[in-house]
């Protein structure tokens, strides 16, 4: 009998800080141990899925109540439940495309740094000369940190015959619907940063009717950062891709083929009702925007595991912070 057959599984698994359920069960029954056999590729919670038998997609799918045919086997469901939620999370694609770097931290305070560059004149550096400047500091406000979740509310017996792959499905759904929450509030630091007068992003104001020039003209306030992402209204991006320019072939076949709006000058475009009407949000993706994670999704162990599921909450925790000041403007045109 291997060794994943014989772990006993418990409550207090959940309860070990700055770890989720699958993260103490490596650490117990490790996966490099399984290289070279057939349970390789699978991580220790897919091991305690085998150990049970039990489905959860797929053909033969099990139904819910199989996670509660025994205590041991009881205990599984939450992370499950979890990763269901991550799924949606991560599938829904959003969070990835405004974050440069994403850091998960165990506690619930987190100082971000923020870094200030002298300009550079672009030519070597002359013997004996002093070189520009990178000052990296701690910001003087903590990143303000928000949960978001839902309250899981159904009865055992309405779901003990539900099959897995549809629940699945409804917990992706809340993954996807805590991601669009924290993409807000990745929209507003974006434009705001701390919250602070001079903390927020610069504006780039023109006159008139949307114009391809006007896009020129955020291109060219983010200097050496690159605009690679562009965030506005939906009325907004009707207008940006009523442009001729946007009427491209190619651009259409994006479009059509992936659903990502891509600007003439190489930016992707995303809708955020965040963003007033005429105003576009543009920004370096890969240099502007640290999202802070404090530890993972948290499903509500006790009460699934004891089936009392009318009021089991579901959240994450998370806060975002502007790595680059300038690597964020604002066009307005609405003049």
């Known amino acids: 009998m291997s060794f ?18 699958t993260a ?21 919670y897919q091991r305690q899925l085998k150990r049970f038998n039990i489905r959860v997609g797929g053909s033969g799918c099990d139904k819910v109540e199989k996670f509660f045919s025994s205590p041991d086997c009881a205990v599984l469901f939450p992370e499950y439940m979890r990763r269901a939620v991550m799924q949606g999370i991560k599938a829904s694609d959003i ?9 998960t931290i165990d506690a619930i305070d987190y100082r971000a740094i923020t870094s200030d560059t002298q300009n550079a004149t672009g030519d070597a550096i002359a013997e ?19 949960k978001h979740g839902r309250v899981f509310s159904s009865s055992y017996e309405a779901l003990r015959f539900q099959n897995l792959d549809v629940l699945t499905v409804v917990l992706g759904k809340i993954g996807e619907d805590i991601a669009a929450e924290q993409f807000a509030d990745a929209v507003n630091a974006l434009m705001l940063g701390d919250g602070s007068a001079n903390d927020k992003a610069d504006e ?11 896009l020129l003209q955020l291109w060219e306030a983010l200097g050496s950062y690159k605009l ?15 442009l001729s320019e946007m009427k491209d072939a190619n651009a259409g076949l994006n479009f059509q083929g992936t659903g990502n709006i891509v600007t003439p000058i190489g930016a992707k475009l995303i809708k955020s009702a965040k963003v007033a009407d005429k105003k576009i ?15 993972d999704v948290v499903v509500d162990y006790d009460k699934v595991i004891d089936r009392q599921l009318e009021r ?3 959240s994450l925790t998370a806060g975002f912070t502007r790595i680059f000041k300038d690597a964020v403007k604002i066009l307005d045109y609405s003049a």
């Open 228 to 242: 690679n992402t562009m965030i506005a209204s939906a009325p907004t991006i009707k207008e940006i891709l009523s």
């Open 128 to 146: 004996a000369a002093q070189m520009p400047n990178v000052n990296v500091t701690n910001k003087t406000s903590l990143v303000s940190l928000a």
């Open 95 to 103: 969070l990835d495309s405004v974050t440069a770097v994403k850091t």
């Open 4 to 21: 994943y057959e014989n772990i006993k599984l418990e409550k207090g698994m959940y309860t070990v800080g700055g770890k989720n359920f």
């Open 204 to 214: 780039v104001t023109a006159q008139g009717e949307l114009s391809y020039t006007h």
């Open 24 to 44: 103490v069960l490596e650490e117990m029954d490790p996966s490099e141990n399984y290289k070279g056999t057939d349970l390789e590729g699978l991580d220790a």
């Open 281 to 295: 949000l543009g920004f370096d993706k890969n240099k502007a925007l640290q999202m802070i994670q404090y530890g």
């Open 312 to 314: 089991a909450a579901i």
